[in-house]
């Protein structure tokens, strides 16, 4: 089966971007574009890449990228949604403080690191629709 959701990792935490990138890489109907690790580059692949879905943390460093103004998370979704409006944005954090904030931003889902893996796998592959999860 060829892939069929084209997905964007984005945390600062270089082991949670790899432990994500090999469980969707595990999943044929999932194509791994890229990943990254603040704001300034998330803007960047997703111009690149043009990736169905941006699965991002919303506290990640803001480390300077050339010619990139420095952006944080919910920036970065705002940034997403106004130059990209059909990629889809699936916020997994920590905190479930971040929610109303991810949701106002223009998330489309929010899921707290430690919800199931298909829990995950579910969100990423339904199209534009919005979702919440606590575990």
Known sequence: MEPCVRVLIADDEVHIRQGLQA?????PEVEVMGMSAN?????????KWQPDVALLDIPMSV???SGAEAIEGLETIRVIKRRWPRVK??????????????LAA???AFLLKG???EVLRDTLLQPGQAATSSK
């Open 23 to 27: 469980l969707l890489s595990a999943w």
């Open 39 to 47: 704001g300034p580059e998330v803007v960047l692949q997703v111009e």
């Open 63 to 65: 480390a300077a990228v």
């Open 89 to 102: 944005i699936v916020v997994l954090t920590m905190y479930t403080a971040h929610r109303a904030l991810a």
């Open 106 to 108: 223009g998330a489309d």
């Open 115 to 117: 919800c199931t893996a």
